[in-house]
């Protein structure tokens, strides 16, 4: 899979974080889901694990261009950009969307997450 921007921060978690709202919403994304699977872990299963969001960004205008080119295309929305802490830092990673949008057979569909693509590739390198 095509990761956008698989890279490591040397700031604090919730910095990290701030910084990564604050980037996807100066470039149209709102973050529809923020899943903290950390917490969800424990509290479900009883496991720790380490400090790891699941942020469900979303450009309303580029979404509702893909619901209208694929009417099913909403179980691959939105964009989902990961948190996690690790060893080395901070990692915040994201997939190509037109990666993803590869296994449906929609060619101006994989034109328009290209697109999207690049949005999200120039939100996260704001980071």
Known sequence: MTYFNARTFPDTFETVIERTR????????????????????????????????????????????????????????????????????VEVAAIDPAASMMSIDNPVLQQHAAAVGEALSKALADI
């Open 22 to 89: 604050a980037a996807l919403q100066k470039h149209g994304f709102g973050v529809l889901t923020d899943i903290d699977v950390q917490a969800t872990l424990k509290s479900k299963i009883g496991q720790e694990f380490r400090p790891y969001r699941i942020l469900g960004a979303c450009n309303p205008s580029m979404a509702f261009e893909a619901l209208k080119l694929e009417p099913h295309v909403g179980v691959m929305l939105p964009c989902n950009v990961i948190v996690q802490q690790t060893d080395a830092g």
